[in-house]
């Protein structure tokens, strides 16, 4: 069982950074596949960023690719997702989830566990 808490959202202006945080219960955080994910009311889930257990290896969304930037460190149960460049399109709740096995980054019903969401919103 593992329990992701998200954390570091809030309003910006366009052009302006955020750093997303994610805090995991449990042992087995670097056993874990993570993921970041955002979604706007009455659309779909979708994928912003994952990565593996080491961090050697990292998956972006082409809307995203350039200006966030997903990291882990193992040894404090934490991942993060840097943003610059925010644009106002990127405003949506933000979940990180946690997910074994090695396939389907991008597919939010391959993760096992999600946090609670943070909203990020980008004005204009």
């Known amino acids: 069982q593992v329990q992701l808490v998200e954390s570091g959202g809030g309003l910006v202006q366009t052009g302006e950074s955020l750093r997303l945080s994610c805090a995991a219960s449990g042992r087995t955080f670097s056993s874990y596949v993570m993921g970041w994910f955002r979604q706007i009311p009455g659309k779909e889930r979708e994928s912003v960023a994952a990565i593996n257990w080491s961090g050697s290896s990292t998956y972006y969304a082409d809307s995203v690719k350039g200006r966030f930037t997903i990291s882990r460190d193992n040894a404090k149960n934490t991942l993060y997702l840097q943003m610059n460049s925010l644009k106002p399109e990127d405003t949506a709740i933000f979940y990180c989830?946690?997910?074994?096995?090695?396939?389907?980054?991008?597919?939010?019903?391959?993760?096992?566990?999600w946090g609670q969401g943070t909203q990020v919103t980008v004005s204009s």
């Open positions: 989830a946690a997910k074994r096995g090695t396939t389907g980054w991008s597919i939010p019903s391959h993760y096992d566990y």
